[in-house]
């Protein structure tokens, strides 16, 4: 069962467009949602990160959207540039007994054209 | 954050071998994670590593086929036993960091692409 369902698989937008990658969950006790950015042969690198007690989360041209009541948040790229070509993950924080483990989304791959 | 280096950065294994792959952090965390990324797919968590402690596997992995040391609080390893072509993918590590926004925020390792002939 996969618990973080994430949207759309790929995506291609233009130099200086808005990208938009959508994220659902089911567990309620996710306490924590980071977004992971990974270029090929490189490593997730944590991108911005949002707690469910706060609706909005920006940092530079990154915007973390979330609505609890529809368990639901995205990523918004905002003047998207080709250097912001890669792979992102959304993920899902579970806390356990001491530490906590990340549920990733299947991934979103964003072509940013010139 | 944290710097986190792993060995090595690949390999091509013969089927029936074993693999160990090192992962060595910058600063002394209490958990390190591994998962593993499959060509082209997400990240699947393997087991979570506590110094001092047995690791926590996820279902569908199993200790005799993914052992795991942790002898410190800067170091683990991944060994993949008795390999089969299945097993070709990426192998990262991750460490949880605290005391940021979240207290649970993790920074992964470049990976280990494993390729088993």
């Known amino acids: 069962q996969q618990q973080v369902k994430q949207s759309p698989q790929s995506l291609i937008v233009q130099k200086g467009g808005i990208s938009i990658i959508n994220c659902a969950y089911e567990?309620?006790?996710?306490?924590?949602f980071p977004w992971y950015q990974q270029f090929p042969g490189k490593g997730p690198a944590l991108l911005i990160a949002?707690?469910?007690?706060?609706s909005e989360k920006k940092e530079g041209r990154f915007t973390i959207s979330f609505n609890k009541s529809a368990k639901q948040f995205s990523l918004h790229i905002m003047d998207s540039q080709p250097g912001d070509s890669a792979t992102y993950f959304c993920?899902?924080?579970?806390?356990?007994?001491?530490?906590?483990?990340?549920?990733f989304g299947k991934g979103t791959m964003l072509l940013v054209s010139p | 954050s944290a710097v986190i280096s792993q060995k090595p950065s690949r390999d091509i294994c013969q089927r029936g071998t074993s693999l160990t792959i090192q992962c060595q952090v910058d600063?002394?965390?209490?958990?390190m994670f591994w998962y593993r990324q499959q060509p082209g797919q997400s990240l699947t968590l393997i087991a979570t590593?506590?110094?001092?402690?047995?690791?926590?596997?996820e279902s569908g992995f199993v200790i005799d086929k993914f052992p795991i040391s942790r002898p410190n609080l800067t170091f683990s390893t991944l060994t993949v036993s008795n390999m089969s072509p299945e097993d070709s993918s990426i192998y990262l590590c991750?460490?949880?960091?605290?005391?940021?926004?979240?207290?649970?925020?993790?920074?992964f390792g470049p990976g280990t692409r494993l390729t088993v002939l």
């Open positions: 991750s460490v949880e960091i605290r005391g940021g926004y979240s207290s649970n925020e993790q920074f």
């Open positions: 567990n309620t006790a996710f306490d924590y």
């Open positions: 949002i707690r469910p007690d706060v």
């Open positions: 993920a899902a924080s579970l806390p356990s007994s001491g530490y906590s483990t990340l549920t």
């Open positions: 600063s002394q965390v209490t958990m």
């Open positions: 590593a506590n110094q001092g402690s047995e690791a926590t596997y």
